[in-house]
């Protein structure tokens, strides 16, 4: 069994930037993709941004493009996620999650392992 620990969340301004990290302990999770979704209150999860297990390859839902980043250190079993010119309604709950395939997916049944998540508030 794998465990995801977030980190880094917080409140910002509008326009401001956060970094999330993900730790992952137990079971390595370097060869599998890793993805980060959030959740607002009275909305789904949704996929924000995914990396394949070597970190070659990327996903982004298209709110996100040009504006976050996704990066992994397979040497330390993390995962970042660096989000600039964050807006209102970029708040919700993050979530690091550790795929089922060595792939970067952007379906919640692509991955096996959650976080608890961390909370991420934009104010205007």
């Known amino acids: 069994q794998a465990q995801l620990v977030e980190s880094g969340g917080g409140l910002v301004q509008a326009g401001g930037s956060l970094r999330l990290s993900c730790a992952a302990s137990?079971?390595?999770?370097?060869?599998?993709?890793m993805g980060w979704f959030r959740q607002a209150p009275g909305k789904e999860r949704e996929f924000v941004a995914g990396?394949?297990?070597?970190?070659?390859?990327?996903k982004y839902a298209d709110f996100v493009k040009g504006r976050f980043t996704i990066l992994r250190d397979n040497y330390r079993n993390t995962v970042s996620l660096q989000m600039n010119s964050l807006k209102s309604e970029d708040t919700a709950a993050y979530y690091c999650?550790?795929?089922?395939?060595?792939?970067?997916?952007?379906?919640?049944?692509?991955?096996?392992?959650w976080g608890q998540g961390t909370q991420v508030t934009v104010s205007s």
């Open positions: 137990g079971r390595t999770l370097s060869f599998t993709g």
């Open positions: 999650a550790g795929g089922n395939t060595r792939y970067t997916g952007r379906g919640i049944s692509e991955y096996d392992y």
């Open positions: 990396i394949g297990w070597s970190g070659g390859s990327t």
